[in-house]
Nanobody, 126 residues
Framework: VQLVESGGDLVQAGGSLRLSCSAS????????ISWFRQAPGKEREEVSC????????YYFDSVKGRFTLSSDNAKNTVYLQMNSLKPEDTAVYYC????????????????????WGQGTQVTVSS
């Protein structure tokens, strides 16, 4: 089982990036994929989630209206399009897979997620 994030980079405030989360080793459609981020000295926080079974998406307030999730089930890949980036978006971004659908179950960190990626660094300069 593997989750691999890519697409992190250094970008100026107001810019855009697209992160990818490529999955292998499990039945992609049966899982929800969440994106988390962790800034230096801060707790890891969930920012968005997509149910691969039906494509429904969820966004937390900090990114709502700026970030967009999409999924290519044929490629077992989830994309996080990040627009209007702000310096406070600077963090390591992780994707995680779980059989619990978005919006159900206990929130992170009160339940374990099945699989995690290694993270990709996003740095937004002011």
């Amino acid at each position: 089982v593997q989750l691999v994030e890519s697409g992190g980079d250094l970008v100026q405030a107001g810019g855009s990036l697209r992160l990818s989360c490529s999955a292998s080793g499990f039945t992609f459609d049966d899982y929800a994929i969440s994106w988390f981020r962790q800034a230096p000295g801060k707790e890891r926080e969930e920012v968005s989630c997509i149910n691969n079974s039906d494509g429904t998406t969820y966004y937390f307030d900090s990114v709502k209206g700026r970030f967009t999730l999409s999924s290519d089930n044929a490629k077992n890949t989830v994309y996080l399009q990040m627009n209007s980036l702000k310096p406070e978006d600077t963090a390591v971004y992780y994707c995680a897979a779980d059989t619990v659908k978005c919006g159900y179950g206990l929130p992170y960190p009160y339940r374990p997620y099945d699989y995690w990626g290694q993270g990709t660094q996003v740095t937004v300069s002011s």
